[in-house]
């Protein structure tokens, strides 16, 4: 996996502080759900800087605070850099570019300007623009093994991955109705406790006319509700699927809760408990209900699109294995992540390292400013974030050392802070050419989430391991 938060939770980290890494990276994710890696990167070279103040004899109080106030500095530069971008629901290029960014360093980059589009619409097709809120419980992520990444698509409305109950019922239902039951769908079963003795054929024979005929009357119902699909949370057995599907009304039976609940979201219907409680104004209507199977496997899946509430969206992912689809899972879960924030909050920095380097030279600048010890420790904070643009150079094939510095004193001659490492080696350092956009609240906490961890780190004198008894 390539993604930072996916690898530290599967980590097995037994040292305390490793694990306020692990915690660290967490929020990171919890809040922005992008910048998981850079954080982690930010905090350890502020460690390792602070360990070299500590060995010169500065007291990580000292340390703490400089650090603080530095952070403090590096928060409003973002803020003084950054560019607000406009974009409305017919413009949407922007948020592509953005989400093609977080994209970029995972393993599914080859298909990012696709993969940044689906997510793109799926967040804009649930974001409430005027409120400028995203509900992301919304887009469902689906996952498929088999095809290739260049098949995943977006609909708009909701995979099941159920078929209809009988092979023969009708693949297609344009303008259905949906009736959505957790009740038992099928003619009532003597319970254990019951016997029934049945000692002739005749009483056989009317026994399983009875049940016939009141599971006819169940069908008849649904049908004089108006409903032309019937979505189960339970099963019914080949008798009734049989009735079903001579009476010509489709069914899906096992669909678990989850499912459910969004279906009805969807369609605007009710989920009915109780079969007597069935009234047309609990259906729900979908425009398109179609059965989609997959190459010569006999997987099916039910999509139900064009639903009355189309705030709902599933991104279907196909892939060649299943790491591959997992990890594609969590890219586009970072790509919803960034389009969400910069609906939230539409002022973008430039990626590639500049912000930092751009912090980096402005915080270096301010700590003239300061007397006292905490200089020292504002100076190597200012030193700490040049590890994030030191690490993308180096992932790039770059050498760091020489990287970083051209780019730092091109950044301070031309006083252009959209200067970062040319990481995809198009042969320009200015990051508004590449289109390479962070969005601002990302990396405001990141700069704020490693500072705490780190002064809390810097707290602890000794870790005392509490003893086995």
Known sequence: ANDGATILEQMDVDNQIAKLMVELSRSQDYEIGDGTTGVVVLDGSLLEQAEKLLERGIHPIRIAEGYEMASKIAFDHLEHISTRFEFTAANIEPLVQTCMTTLSSKIVN??????????????????????????????????????????????????????????????????????ILTCPFEPPKPK???????????????????????????????????????????????????????????????????????????????????????????????????????????????????????????????????????????????????????????SIVYGGGSAEISCSVAVEAAADRYAGAEQYAIRSFADALDGIPLALAENSGLPPIDTLTAVKSQQIQENNPYCGIDCNDVGTNDMREQHVFETLIGKQQQILLATQVVKMILKIDDVITPSEF
């Open 192 to 346: 254990t406790k019951h016997k029934v003795d049945i000692d002739t054929v005749e009483k056989f024979q009317t026994m399983r006319g009875q049940e016939q005929k009141y599971f006819d009357e169940m069908v008849q119902k649904c049908k004089d509700v108006g409903a032309t699909l019937v979505i189960c949370q339970w099963g019914f057995d080949d008798e009734a699927n049989h009735l079903l599907m001579q009476r010509n009304l489709p069914a899906v039976r096992w669909v678990g809760g989850v499912e459910l609940e969004l279906i009805a979201i969807a369609t605007g219907g009710r989920i009915v408990p109780r079969f007597q409680e069935l009234t047309p104004d609990k259906l729900g209507q979908a425009g398109l209900v179609r059965e989609k199977s997959f190459g010569t496997t006999k997987d099916r899946m039910l999509c139900i699109e064009r639903c009355a509430n189309a705030r709902a969206v599933t991104i279907f992912i196909r892939g060649g294995n299943k790491m591959m689809i997992e990890e594609a899972k969590r890219s586009i879960h970072d790509a919803l992540c960034v389009a969400r924030n910069l609906i939230r909050n539409n």
């Open 110 to 179: 080859r298909c990012k300007r696709m993969l940044a589009e689906i997510a793109v619409r799926a967040v804009l097709a649930v974001a409430d623009l005027e409120r400028k809120d995203v509900n992301l419980d919304l887009i469902k992520v689906e996952g498929k093994v088999g095809g290739k990444l260049e098949d995943t698509e977006l609909i708009y409305g909701i995979a099941v991955d159920k078929d209809m109950s009988h092979p023969q019922m009708p693949k297609r239902i344009e303008d259905a109705n949906i009736a």
